[in-house]
């Protein structure tokens, strides 16, 4: 037990050293102070000297020989990742050292943890078990002498009771000397010399007596031996006892040790997370006080020269936020002046001492708060009564813990200073929207008429002076156009092209100087900069009254233009990424066709001519999503289907043909939506494709499918170049491609997410995605659950005419039986799989449907259904009657739309009635001859046919094996 607890001992401090690294790396990393490096080197040695010490005391060990490698290889492996991140850190490699943390680092340290803990919870395991043990033993060492005692005892009992029952003298005078045997003495009786019973008997008492004296005196030693073996036992179970109450007082100490490292990671754990400075304080020295169980602690924080405020105070009689000017003294100016942590006992006295006055000393703990620039800002005053000297270890503990809050309270000072920031702008802001109401207030009715206008209006007089703007106005063109100012801006705006400057100039001059007979004439197109385009008109205002006032009226032509721009950018898209594959297989074919090449090398080419013809297909076919969506024209046919598969049919062809890792995690129960099957494949593609191409640093997709809210979301996660915050907004537009040098080298059209977008919520679904530059982006589409409904006792109607669907499930509604619609016959045969118990009563199906399958599929799944095939159907369809011969029309009564309701209700209520547990069919022709062959060439054998006025029923028989086996492989 003792090597045990030593053992256990040893992996603790080796788990605390190793954590100590953790910490002071990345204490390192967020500060860049020298003395963590120095920690960081210290706490690994001492991290290495405890797990070489556990790898020899386990090699002696037959059974714990090799427990630890794991540990010693994880380990290395760790502090070779330190000292890469180190360097990483010298070259102010930041982005890299965050890449290295989320990827490696991070997941290396989770996994070290949680092989310190499975060690360390197998080491308690047993020592527990050794205890158990020990207990057993003692209780069996206890017991064993007991037994032993009442076996003699039990012994002496019996002999003596069978000695009174044989010992009985029939002889008068022996009777005196029986009853003294009986009562312990032994005299001898004088022996007669007698031949007769009674002398036989004499001889018989003497030897008995002599006998009987010999076994008392060994009895008497075996008791007198007993009784010594006892007392021993006594001693040997009192030094037990000892070492029982020992280990137990150990166990006592290592869950006490336990309790307080579970302290300790609590008050780590409320270090951060806070939006406010006194949520913070109030938790994390609170947790502070109980993690080194503390009775008192001060903050104090200087807020000028010797004046200092308690900024938080918790043990203490002061009041809160004590203003301290030129007041400190003793340690707590030492502490300022010296810069490092002071220890101090003092002596007690008065209302310090306590409620009951048992407090005799106190043990004041000052330690210096440095701000980010490692100047002196405060100190922290840690204050445990009761305590005359605090050992070493508490100190060091304290030390410790004290470092990761001002660490954290640095950090929590900014994020305060940023968050009032923050405040004071939104009051600065709001102010200034009420500011700009209250001039809104003050305009008039015809400056409000004016400022509704989409055009910008400019009054000016013959000089070009402006005397009135109107509130468009500064939108269009520049918030330097005012009242005051001259219309000979516009015409030295650098922003402008000097010809069409040039032009304005002239046209404004002889305008303004009456040399233009006509100003509605005057009308020209301009551009400022690359993003905005006018057409301005002039006009005068002499027919108003307005003497010498010039009109001019601004239209804002920036979308028109942009719908040019992007018309012709489409062109210039679709002709480039057209030409440049199409130029690839035209050379490589060129090459074919004139050059004589080598079978490696032509194999090369046809596979690199085949490449670009699937690129051009692609590309083709993505212009015409484009054109179709555009055009309202793209159709999506919704069937239920399950994610994993299309999710794992999709990363399976990418794991084929990237370098890029596709790591897949699906939920184990099926995830069923509703969904285009081609468009999702195509989004999938589409995302992945853009996790690929995006991440040229990193070889890592993860395609994940997870249930959120009552839907079901896939997300597509790289961890590549990651997206700007100002390309975010526009990343779903139309030909937006983000352009920056990191990108500039990845070729596309900009389409791909834009398709993506009006392709998911076509079908109803919704995209989104999350980013951080330099760490990758999570893109995620999300689709409704389809629920499954079984089907028993209930009337199935397949049917894609929604209206039509309503009309014949109306009626049997009517007559309270319960109705079911659906559209697709890949979802209708899911409900009919799901379905278990009762088969649905009827099935009214359409041959047409959307989706891949059709109502003849349906019905065959119906038919080789184990337990529903004796289910009734009735087909319906717009197409005329069917050739007899083709076989999957065999299937149930065949109703050629349109036809009436009551024929429907008649026929379906008559098929439900007379179900006697064989499939029936009923088909609207007469040639009995005929439908008999042609329904046992496909293998169903007919039981009986009756013929009716306007069709025929069919009693069907098994289905035989060929055929039915060619159905199941149908589906």
């Not at 003692?138 to 009992?157: E, G, H, K």
């Not at 306590?354 to 620039?373: K, N, R, S």
Request: include cysteine; charged fraction near 25%.
């Amino acid at each position: 037990m003792e090597h045990k607890l030593d053992e256990l001992n040893r992996l603790q401090d080796a788990e605390t050293n190793f954590r100590s690294v953790v910490s002071s790396f990345r204490a390192h990393l967020a500060y860049g102070r020298d003395e963590f490096l120095v920690d960081i080197q210290t706490y690994k040695t001492r991290y290495h000297d405890y797990l070489s010490q556990l790898i020899t005391d386990s090699s002696i060990e037959s059974q714990g020989s090799g427990k630890y490698t794991d540990l010693h290889t994880l380990g290395d492996e760790y502090f070779n990742l330190l000292e890469t991140g180190l360097s990483l850190k010298q070259a102010n490699q930041m982005a890299q050292i965050n890449e290295l943390s989320i990827t490696k680092i991070t997941p290396l340290v989770e996994t070290i943890d949680k092989q310190f803990e499975t060690l360390v919870h197998s080491e308690r395991e047993n020592l527990t078990k050794l205890t158990d043990k020990n207990k057993r033993l003692n209780t069996l060492l206890l017991w064993a002498p007991l037994i032993m005692l009442a076996a003699a005892v039990l012994f002496v009992y019996r002999l003596r009771n069978h000695l009174r029952r044989t010992v009985i003298s029939p002889i008068q005078e022996m009777e005196s000397v029986v009853r003294e045997i009986g009562g312990g003495q032994f005299n001898y009786l004088e022996e007669s010399g007698r031949k007769d019973e009674v002398g036989r008997l004499v001889t018989g008492i003497n030897i008995m007596i002599s006998q009987l004296q010999n076994r008392q005196e060994e009895l008497d030693h075996h008791l007198s031996k007993l009784s010594e073996q006892h007392d021993e036992l006594e001693a040997l179970n009192e030094e037990i006892m000892t070492q029982q109450m020992e280990r137990q007082r150990t166990l006592d100490l290592l869950t006490e040790r336990e309790a307080k490292l579970e302290t300790i990671t609590s008050y780590q754990e409320h270090l951060t997370g806070f939006a406010e400075i006194d949520t913070f304080l109030n938790n994390s020295l609170t947790s502070l006080v109980k993690a080194l169980r503390l009775d008192a602690v001060q903050l104090m924080m200087g807020i000028s020269n010797d004046t200092y405020e308690c900024l938080y105070t918790l043990g203490y009689p002061k009041p809160r936020n004590q203003i301290m000017s030129d007041q400190l003294f003793g340690p707590a100016r030492r502490v300022i002046h010296e810069k490092k942590p002071i220890v101090r006992t003092r002596p007690l006295s008065g209302t310090e001492r306590g409620v009951h006055g048992g407090y005799e000393y106190a043990c004041d703990q000052y330690y210096p708060l440095y701000d980010d620039t490692q100047e002196i800002e405060g100190f922290l005053l840690l204050t445990t009564y009761g305590v005359k000297e605090p050992s070493q270890g508490s100190l060091d503990t304290a030390e410790g813990l004290v470092n990761q809050f001002f660490l954290a309270f640095v950090a929590q000072v900014a994020n305060e200073k940023r968050r009032k920031q923050a405040e004071e702008l939104e009051i600065l802001n709001k102010q200034l929207g009420r500011e700009k109401m209250l001039l809104g207030e003050q305009r008039d009715r015809f400056r409000r008429i004016v400022d509704s206008l989409h055009e910008g209006i400019i009054i000016c007089d013959y000089s070009g002076e402006i005397s009135f703007v109107n509130k468009p106005i500064t939108k269009l063109l520049s918030e330097e156009v005012k009242v005051g100012s001259n219309i000979e801006w516009l015409y030295e705006n650098p922003d402008i092209n000097f010809s069409v400057r040039t032009v304005l100039r002239n046209q404004i001059t002889l305008a303004l100087g009456g040399s233009m007979s006509d100003f509605r004439e005057f009308r020209e197109f301009f551009s400022i900069g690359s993003d905005k385009h006018f057409e301005i008109y002039l006009n005068n205002l002499n027919e108003l009254n307005e003497k010498d006032q010039f009109l001019f009226v601004f239209r804002d032509r920036t979308e028109e233009e942009a719908a040019d721009r992007l018309k012709n950018e489409f062109v210039s898209i679709v002709s480039h990424e057209l030409r440049t594959p199409l130029a690839s297989i035209m050379g490589f074919v060129e090459i074919l066709l004139k050059r004589e090449v080598q079978p490696a090398k032509r194999i090369k080419y046809l596979e690199t001519i085949h490449n670009e013809s699937i690129r051009l297909s692609s590309l083709i076919t993505t212009f015409l999503d484009l054109q179709r969506m555009e055009s309202g024209k793209q159709n999506y046919i919704p069937i239920p289907l399950d994610l994993r598969n299309v999710a794992d049919k999709v990363a399976a062809q990418w794991k084929n043909t990237q370098t890029h890792r596709i790591v897949t995690d699906f939920p184990d129960e099926p995830c069923y939506i509703k969904g285009d099957t081609d468009r999702i494949i195509q989004v999938l593609h589409n995302l992945i494709s853009n996790a690929v191409k995006y991440s040229p640093g990193a070889d890592l997709v993860n395609l994940r499918i997870r249930p959120e809210n009552g839907d079901w979301v896939i997300d597509i996660q790289d961890y590549g170049l990651g997206i700007p915050d100002e390309s975010k907004d526009q990343l779903f537009n139309k030909f937006y491609r983000v352009d920056n040098s990191d990108r500039r080298q990845i070729g596309g059209t900009g389409l791909g997410l834009a398709i993506v977008k009006e392709m998911v919520e076509g079908m109803g679904g919704a995209v989104s995605f999350q980013s951080k530059l330099g760490q990758g982006s999570t893109f995620s589409v999300s689709f409704n659950t389809f629920q499954l409904v079984p089907l028993s006792g209930k009337i199935v109607v397949v049917e894609d005419d929604d209206t039509l669907g309503k009309l014949i499930a109306a009626p049997f509604e009517e007559r309270n039986y319960e109705v079911y619609l659906m559209d697709t016959a890949e979802e209708a045969l899911l409900h009919l799989n799901y379905t278990v118990g009762l088969p649905p009563l009827l099935c009214i199906v359409d041959v047409q449907l959307k989706g891949e399958k059709s109502g003849w599929d349906f019905v065959s799944g119906l038919l080789n259904h184990e337990f529903f095939r004796s289910t009734p159907v009735i087909v319906s369809s717009v197409l005329e009657r069917p050739d007899i011969s083709y076989s999957e029309y065999q299937y149930g009564a065949y109703l050629q739309k349109p036809f009436t309701v009551e024929r429907l209700l008649e026929l379906g209520e008559q098929l439900i009635k007379q179900s006697n547990g064989s499939p029936r069919l009923i088909l609207p022709v007469h040639n009995e001859e005929e439908v008999k062959a042609s329904l046992e060439q496909n293998g169903i054998e007919v039981a009986e046919l009756n013929t009716s006025e306007d069709f025929i029923k069919v009693d069907l028989g098994p289905v035989t094996k060929g055929n039915t086996e060619r159905e199941e492989n149908d589906f």
